[in-house]
T-cell receptor, first 114, second 112 residues
């Protein structure tokens, strides 16, 4: 049982490049989400999904796309990387049940855009 | 969106008990109170959840007064490894069908 797995752990991109951050969970959780965390800041929600085929925007969705074709995977795509997207990205998953507030987070992807 | 207020930072020494209080004056009747811990360079980790009175697990205790307008996370005998950011989440910050919404949290620094 691996929990939430994010790949890659580190990535350097040039401005304008595109890439996909991978997130996979093996707990059969309906709910998955992506956050970014800038130095000394809290976590800001980018996109989230409550099940396969369903996604929604969070607080800072611009410049990012997501899709949820399976329960297990929730990739985050950067369309055209910008230096402002330099950050640490975390993926999370949890059971979508009222009263369940326990989410599981991946170890993060540290992205630098130059 | 539910609003919580926590101290920005706290300092402690090894072996002391640390109490972090979170204010949530607008908590709704069926809202749970949840605390997360985030170590440097790691994702947040669920610590404890409660609805009323007291909850205890192997990591911490959570004290909730009768009016539920605040809660206190208690860490017994902290060590250097308890240095982390602690987040309090309430109500629509943790609703089913939506995302977890994190505030700025409390940065706890433990020194020897």
């Amino acid at each position: 049982n691996a929990g939430v797995t994010q790949t890659p752990k580190f990535q350097v991109l040039k401005t304008g490049q595109s890439m996909t951050l991978q997130c996979a969970q093996d707990m059969n959780h309906e709910y998955m989400s992506w956050y970014r965390q800038d130095p000394g800041m809290g976590l800001r929600l980018i996109h989230y999904s409550v099940g396969a085929g369903i996604t929604d925007q969070g607080e800072v969705p611009n410049g990012y796309n997501v899709s949820r074709s399976t329960t297990e995977d929730f990739p985050l795509r950067l369309l055209s990387a910008a230096p402002s997207q330099t950050s640490v990205y975390f993926c999370a998953s949890r059971w979508d049940r009222q009263g369940n507030t326990e989410a599981f987070f991946g170890q993060g992807t540290r992205l630098t855009v130059v | 969106l539910a609003k919580t207020t926590q101290p920005i930072s706290m300092d402690s020494y090894e072996g002391q008990e640390v109490n972090i209080t979170c204010s949530h004056n607008n908590i709704a009747t069926n809202d749970y109170i949840t605390w997360y811990q985030q170590f440097p360079s790691q994702g947040p980790r669920f610590i404890i959840q409660g609805y009323k009175t007291k909850v205890t697990n192997e990591v911490a205790s959570l004290f909730i007064p009768a009016d539920r307008k605040s809660s206190t996370l208690s860490l017994p005998r902290v060590s250097l490894s308890d240095t982390a950011v602690y987040y309090c989440l309430v109500g629509d910050m943790v609703q089913a069908g939506t995302a977890l919404i994190f505030g700025k949290g409390t940065t706890l620094s433990v020194s020897s």
